[in-house]
């Protein structure tokens, strides 16, 4: 059973292809990725028109790229599978489109797939799978969530937030900071050189009681800081990025700690962009080593959007016997 999967919900054109034959863990046979990260910055952020024409630029060298690869040919393909959504509708479309087209072009079945089931499955490509049933964490740039994860298709929602997510909050204070797109990495690649106790920043719910997050407050304390600062800021600017990461990674390293001790589970799976983060991971490894549990994360390379994880996903879903929705009528369906 050969998968092709694309992805191009937002700002990366992700192509791959995965094997999965029998019941063991999809493999990937073979994956090319283009990201759109520096023809955006210009923008200071992700500008859809021009991610939807630039997806369609790379969309078919990048499957040439992942065939050769893998050393097989398109005919060999048995499902195409492509991100459904969420993500910009334009952007999608593209990948929706392609798909479709390749699969009448084959006579093949296509499955649209959750952009959000991919990351959160894509940890099962690391050398270290995680087994079911764990805690998920998706952290990405417009999700913030904590599941309980029973199986493939078997998702319990347990919290969110309730405003911004994460990887907003790392972006919009890293524009504030004056620092480029996407803020994320180099929030973090500054933070390194701050002091992260150097500033006094809100924890937003971390007592709530619940596992909801809420993150918009922390951009306007940052923003006020900076202010406060005026023209200390360029001085200051590393120890305001340490302090803002330290107030995001502790409150998800908390919440995912609640997470756990409810659900009685003792596997963290760890997914999404902000994944990438070294100082959330190395907290949450420290958390849950302490209480004697395991914690898995995607590839660092396949924490951010790719097509392997959108392949993997549909792969994991036709062995569990639910890609009944593949559809064969090639109609463009997607879920902005
Ligand atoms: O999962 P992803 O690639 O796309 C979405 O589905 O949203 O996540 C992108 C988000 C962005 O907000 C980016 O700033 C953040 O992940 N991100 C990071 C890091 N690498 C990516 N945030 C903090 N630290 C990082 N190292
Ligand atoms: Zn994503």
């Not at 001790?261 to 080593?289: F, I, M, T």
Request: overall charge negative; some cysteine.
């Amino acid at each position: 059973m050969l998968i092709l999967g694309i992805e191009s919900s937002c700002d990366e054109t992700g192509v791959a292809l995965v094997d999965a034959s029998g019941s063991a863990v999809p493999r990937l046979l073979g994956h090319a990725l283009h990201s759109q990260i520096e023809m955006h910055q210009a923008y200071g952020g992700v500008v859809p028109e021009l991610a939807s024409r630039d997806h369609i630029r790379r969309v078919l060298p990048l499957t040439e790229a992942t065939l050769q690869q893998s050393g097989l040919d398109l005919a060999a393909v048995d499902l195409v599978a492509y991100t459904r959504g969420p993500g910009l509708a334009g952007a999608l479309l593209v990948g929706a489109g392609v798909a479709c087209a390749i699969a009448a072009a084959l006579d093949k079945p296509t499955l649209g797939v959750h952009h959000l089931e991919g990351h959160l499955l894509s940890p099962f490509l690391s050398a270290d799978p995680p087994e079911f049933p764990f805690i998920a964490l998706l952290v990405s740039g417009g999700h913030t969530q904590l599941m309980r994860v029973d199986g493939v298709g078997r998702y319990e929602l347990l919290g969110e937030t309730i405003d911004d997510a994460a990887g907003e909050a790392f972006d919009k204070s890293a524009k504030l900071l004056g620092l480029g797109y996407p803020g994320g990495p180099a929030l973090s690649r500054l933070a390194r050189q701050g002091d992260p106790e150097a500033f006094k920043l809100p924890r937003p719910l971390l007592h709530s009681g619940d596992l909801d997050f809420s993150f918009a407050g922390l951009k306007t304390a940052v923003l006020t800081q900076a202010r406060k600062l005026g023209t200390e800021l360029p001085a200051r600017q590393a120890d305001l990025a340490a302090s803002t990461q330290a107030a995001i990674v502790e409150v998800l390293v908390k919440k995912s700690v609640a997470a756990l001790k409810q659900s009685g589970l003792k596997r963290l799976v760890v997914a999404g962009g902000v994944g990438a983060n070294a100082s959330l991971r190395e907290q949450l490894d420290a958390a849950c080593a302490k209480r004697g549990w395991r914690v898995h994360y995607p590839e660092l390379h396949l924490c951010t959007d790719n097509g392997a994880m959108i392949a993997l996903a549909a792969g994991m879903r036709v062995q569990a016997g639910l890609a009944d929705r593949a559809a064969a009528d090639y109609a463009f369906d997607v879920r902005p």
